[in-house]
């Protein structure tokens, strides 16, 4: 287990309801990357924060938003859900976030999007 | 742009098989890293390797070996003697070496069924 733990688990939504997931980080990390992953398809980066600011973000349209706290757990919050949300939703921690550090991911949040 | 090209969607095979599974990347940069992860089905994303571009020997841990090719632009993963446990995803993965907003490019993954 790599540390980093994500809640809820699973989530059911409607069309144009709002919703946050949850990221506590593995201890020492101060960095938190978002990805999404749909169904049989490889994760897509989302977002990143280092120290509670945001330091990159993927190709996501602004109802994609997040946060992070002086404990460095994050949040992803999705407003105006759509059918397309539908997905996994991992979170992943890291030290500094740059491109030569692994990740620990957590088991994410399975969003449906009804 | 970064992109990362794993073929293979999925594989099947019997235990005890060798079986590998394949990656191509593309990217400007010079300087970059290479990434394998295994997706069990309880979703966490395990790390397995990490290579540098600088890097190219091959890399061998236990039963899992890593052919890393710079001319074709390849990354490959062997598992010799495959074990039912072996069953997962498996996605390559390309990072930038010195960006922050680090931001891994992932491949679609293979899926990989190891049969008793």
């Known amino acids: 287990e790599t540390g980093v733990t994500q809640s809820p688990t699973h989530l059911i939504k409607t069309r144009g309801q709002q919703v946050t997931l949850r990221c506590s980080s593995q201890?020492?990390?101060?960095?938190v990357s978002w990805y999404q992953q749909a169904l049989g398809q490889g994760p897509q980066f989302i977002f990143q924060?280092?120290?509670?600011?945001?330091?990159g973000r993927g190709n996501f349209p602004p109802r994609f938003s997040g946060l992070q706290f002086p404990n460095y757990s994050s949040e992803l919050n999705v407003n105006a859900l759509e059918l397309d949300d539908s997905a996994l939703y991992l979170c992943?921690?890291?030290?500094?976030?740059?491109?030569?550090?692994?990740?620990?991911f957590g088991s994410g949040t399975q969003l449906s999007v009804l | 742009a970064q992109k990362v090209t794993q073929a293979q969607t999925e594989i099947s095979v019997v235990e005890k098989e060798d079986v590998t599974l394949d990656c191509v990347y593309e990217?400007?940069?010079?300087?970059?890293?290479l990434f394998w992860y295994k997706q069990p089905p309880s979703g966490e994303l395990v790390f397995l390797i990490r290579?540098?571009?600088?890097?190219?020997q091959n890399e061998i841990s236990g039963r899992y070996s890593w052919n890393f090719q710079k001319s074709t632009s390849s990354f490959n993963f062997t598992i010799t003697a495959s074990q039912v446990v072996d069953s997962a995803v498996y996605f390559c993965?390309?990072?930038?070496?010195?960006?922050?907003?680090?931001?891994?490019?992932f491949g679609p993954g293979t899926r990989l069924s190891v049969l008793p």
């Open positions: 990217t400007r940069d010079t300087t970059y890293y």
């Open positions: 201890s020492g990390h101060n960095t």
């Open positions: 993965a390309l990072s930038e070496a010195y960006n922050y907003g680090q931001n891994f490019v």
């Open positions: 992943a921690s890291s030290t500094t976030g740059t491109g030569f550090e692994k990740l620990f």
């Open positions: 290579r540098n571009s600088f890097d190219e």
């Open positions: 924060y280092y120290r509670e600011e945001e330091n």
